[in-house]
């Protein structure tokens, strides 16, 4: 069974850095894609960040220039580098990792708080 386990959340000011890191439990498996989301306090769960198995990767917007997502397939782990942050960036994140082979399957870590005081 996979799961996936996060870590490196925490509280910080704005406009310091986090770093997440998300490792898959299960190894000599292959994921097409893994990505980072978050949710806050009444609002809907939102993409965050995805990367490929070949390093292409997508950002929110609202997130462009201050994170940055990187992958070690060979660890099954993700990471997300969040510089800058604001207090607006509250919320918990959640790993994600997919795999497309005999159909769309997407796993889900626990997730992990990330608090960004003003």
């Known amino acids: 069974q996979v799961q996936l386990v996060e870590s490196g959340g925490g509280l910080v000011q704005a406009g310091g850095s986090l770093s997440l890191s998300c490792a898959a439990s299960?190894?000599?498996?292959?994921?097409?894609?893994m990505g980072w989301y978050r949710q806050a306090p009444g609002k809907q769960r939102e993409l965050v960040a995805t990367?490929?198995?070949?390093?292409?990767?997508n950002y929110a917007d609202s997130v462009k220039g201050r994170f940055t997502i990187s992958r070690d397939n060979a660890k099954n782990t993700v990471y997300l580098q969040m510089n800058s942050l604001k207090p607006e960036d509250t919320a918990v994140y959640y790993c994600?990792?997919?795999?497309?082979?005999?159909?769309?399957?997407?796993?889900w870590g626990q997730g992990t708080q990330v608090t960004v005081s003003s």
């Open positions: 299960v190894r000599f498996f292959s994921f097409d894609a």
């Open positions: 990367i490929t198995s070949g390093g292409s990767t």
């Open positions: 994600t990792a997919r795999t497309v082979r005999g159909g769309i399957r997407d796993y």
